[in-house]
């Protein structure tokens, strides 16, 4: 599920939405420093060349609400507003008029918005976290099933992952109380598949290795299944 900073404001708290320091999700969208730093660059672009008009805090401001509404300052919004002022100079003192508002609103706004930045930042870490648990809870659940099928063909276990997986699952669904039933389950499986792997490990080293094998027995193992006795198996070719 992908959701975005603004969609987390939404997910915010009546609680919280209704601090003081805490911005509405209208309020959000209603914030003007964007738009005030778009005017205060065309101003400084178009209408007073010596003048530095986008200040620092204005800067700074549009940043917050860009992070605030998850998305960064569009050349677009720019453009528009640069362009209005270069066709027109007697659109500056107006935009200058703006800005001016804008900018006295600051220093009421900013820590607002900071707190609310913090509280949708605290929302999305929160959201991430129990996207995270659910997909372990997913990861597990595919371990415990494979471990089941094996078990159930008795196939080995052996080298596949599972002996370290199926420990690890255990140790993280520990920390979940939403999985507690899997994390039973995952506890019975895992003696079941340490004594399989012990009985494979012992059947493994049963069997001979070629180079430990007797080759006098192989010979005549071969032998007593011919028909026609050759040299190798203690007659002369005939």
């Given at each position: 599920m992908k959701a975005t900073l603004l969609t987390a404001a939404i997910a915010l708290t009546i609680t919280e939405a209704q601090a003081e320091d805490i911005l509405t999700r209208d309020e959000i969208a209603k914030l003007p420093f964007m738009t005030a730093l778009a005017y205060a660059e065309a101003i400084d672009a178009y209408c007073l060349r010596d003048w530095h008009y986008a200040s620092t805090d204005l800067a700074a401001a549009?940043?917050?609400?860009?992070?605030?509404?998850?998305?960064?300052?569009?050349?677009?919004?720019?453009?528009?507003?640069?362009?209005?002022?270069?066709?027109?100079?007697?659109?500056?003192?107006?935009?200058?008029?703006?800005?001016?508002?804008?900018?006295?609103?600051?220093?009421?706004?900013?820590?607002?918005?900071?707190?609310?930045?913090?509280?949708?930042?605290?929302?999305?870490a929160q959201r991430d976290a129990a996207?995270?648990?659910?997909?372990?809870?997913?990861?597990?659940?595919?371990?415990?099933?494979?471990?089941?099928?094996?078990?159930?063909?008795?196939?080995s276990l052996a080298n596949g992952g599972y002996e370290e997986e199926l420990p690890r699952c255990i140790a993280d669904l520990a920390a979940m109380p939403e999985a507690g039933a899997l994390l039973a389950e995952a506890k019975t499986l895992l003696p079941q598949m340490t004594e399989r792997n012990r009985v494979q490990l012992g059947k493994d080293r049963a069997v001979p290795e070629q180079s430990e094998a007797d080759p006098k027995a192989i010979i005549a193992d071969w032998c007593a299944k011919q028909t026609e006795k050759t040299a190798l198996c203690g007659e002369g070719a005939k």
């Open positions: 549009a940043i917050t609400q860009a992070d605030l509404q998850d998305k960064s300052r569009s050349g677009v919004e720019q453009t528009r507003e640069a362009s209005r002022l270069k066709a027109d100079k007697s659109a500056c003192e107006p935009a200058k008029a703006f800005v001016d508002r804008v900018t006295a609103t600051i220093l009421e706004m900013q820590p607002k918005m900071d707190a609310t930045l913090i509280a949708l930042k605290k929302e999305r996207q995270a648990r659910v997909a372990r809870v997913a990861q597990c659940g595919h371990v415990v099933a494979v471990v089941k099928i094996f078990l159930a063909a008795r196939w």
